[in-house]
């Protein structure tokens, strides 16, 4: 019998070969095809996994992968997009956050609750999707209840029916009075729930979840909040009373359950900084280590067991994705377990002018979009010529060689110190058409770039 992936993971992606991932990838990554296909193949193998029967499946781990390569190369856009594509839970954390066992800080467990919030979060907004017209009904139900008092009752000489009949057309009248907006200036009075959270820590540097303790179980009547009698406009009654519907037609143990099976099934973590954890101190003393926290970071990768607020979560088939510039340090660097527990490695490129080009062009997302949708907002037509975007390419690969390579972020830097006088000025512009040339940009950039100390403070 073969086991399945959360129904959204599995019909969105199912059909996915690893080339149409790469290809899906490709609209908002430029370059990288090493990397693509490692992801790609990775999540084809869990498509694949899910097909088997349960006994074999469960024996099978996910490929974790390690990814190495410099700042600002694509690495986390590439994972957040993987995840993305699977509607999958997705958590990126740093590895350098984490501290060893016994010293204030985050614990090495909190990313597997983390990521089952998200999860839940993810559940519960597609149960809210299904749910969202017959709360809206509800809610106008119970708005016209409000609205209009209840059905007089019947004088003897009168027929109940026909006194219904009446009542019901008022009803209806009300509701598309309702619709058409005409009741909007109204307001109405309704009961709102207050939110109130007691002001107070358990310890210092912990939350509640981290100590395992839930107040909400043991002082039930302390969170509830109270409820006050509001006056409010109709459509913010109406808004109160919609989630108030939802709320009560989702059944949250059933989105905890079903958010702690996605997250075995289909969890992503992203591990970035994982080089800032490698290597070996040789002395002994108060500090953290950084081994340590590769020796707490195993477990989780490894698989076992972490208890969070939803219930026990098992990270056996939770896929990993470690990324590290190293530097300083190599992946050799990484304890053996750990290193062994990636046993797909990818190096990405650094990236260069060409890559730049296309970067600022090509992705949906496009920098040089972004900008000219901004500026449009200001009623501003904003155009770029072909050797503009060679020109801004080029001054980012010549800053990028003589200070710190940041890969395409540096992109971002430039095209804000290039738009600087237009965003600034943009709204009084009487000219609302404005094209960046060759000529343009050199005015805006030769001088910071040509000067190497300028140019390491502004870009």
């Known amino acids: 019998m073969p086991i399945y992936l959360p129904e959204t993971t599995q019909t969105s992606t199912d059909a996915l070969t690893p080339r149409q991932i790469v290809a899906e990838l490709d609209k908002f990554v430029i370059g990288q095809r090493a990397a693509k296909r490692a992801v790609a193949i990775a999540l084809r193998n869990r498509m694949r996994r899910q097909k088997l029967a349960p006994e074999l499946a469960e024996e099978i781990a996910p490929k974790n992968i390690l990814m190495i390569g410099p700042t600002g190369v694509g690495k ?3 994972a957040r997009r993987l ?25 090495v467990e909190s990313m597997v609750r983390d990521l089952v919030e998200l999860g839940v979060d993810m559940v519960r907004a597609e149960r809210l999707e299904e749910v969202r017209a017959k709360a809206a009904q509800s809610a106008e139900d119970r708005l016209l209840d409000i609205l209009l008092p209840p059905s007089r009752a019947a004088a003897p000489d009168e027929d109940p029916a026909a006194v219904r009949d009446q009542h019901s057309q008022t009803r209806e009248r009300f509701r598309e009075q309702l619709h058409a907006g005409r009741l909007d200036a109204r307001t109405v009075e309704i009961d709102v729930r207050e939110k109130s959270m007691p002001s107070f820590e358990i310890i210092a540097g912990s939350n509640v979840e981290e100590v395992d303790i839930n107040l909400k179980d043991m002082l039930p009547g302390l969170f509830q909040g109270k409820t006050k009698r509001r006056k409010v406009k109709v459509p913010e009654a109406l808004e109160y009373l919609k989630q108030e519907e939802e709320q009560k037609l989702i059944d949250m143990d059933s989105v905890s359950r079903a958010a702690v099976e996605r997250v075995e099934q289909a969890g992503i973590i992203f591990l970035d900084e994982i080089d800032k954890i490698a290597g070996r101190e040789g002395g002994h003393g108060p500090d953290v280590s950084r081994e340590g926290v590769q020796r707490d970071i195993l477990p989780i990768v490894e698989g076992t067991t972490v208890n969070t607020k939803h219930g026990m979560v098992r990270t056996d088939h939770i896929l990993f994705i ?9 992946p ?35 920098l040089i979009k972004q900008y000219m949708a901004l500026m449009e907002t200001e009623g501003i037509a904003l155009t770029f010529t072909p050797g503009a975007v060679e020109r ?13 390579n940041i890969g395409a972020r540096r992109l971002h830097t430039v095209m804000e110190k290039l738009l600087d006088e237009i965003s600034f000025e943009g709204p009084d512009l009487e000219e609302k058409t404005v094209e960046i040339d060759d000529a343009y940009v050199t005015r805006m950039l030769a001088d910071i770039v040509k000067n190497e100390d300028l140019s390491r403070y502004i870009l």
């Open 332 to 366: 050799s660097d990484l304890i053996p377990e750990l290193q062994g527990r990636f046993p797909i490695r990818v190096e990405l490129e650094a990236l260069g002018k060409d890559e730049f080009v296309r970067i600022l062009t090509e992705p949906r997302s496009a």
């Open 76 to 78: 986390t856009e590439i």
């Open 83 to 107: 995840a993305r594509l699977a509607q999958s839970p997705f958590l990126k954390v740093e590895a350098s956050k984490f501290t060893e066992v016994g010293y204030v800080g985050r614990d």
């Open 322 to 330: 470690a990324a590290g510039a190293f530097h300083v340090s190599k």
């Open 392 to 404: 801004i390419a080029d001054f980012a690969t010549r800053v990028n060689e003589r200070t710190e």
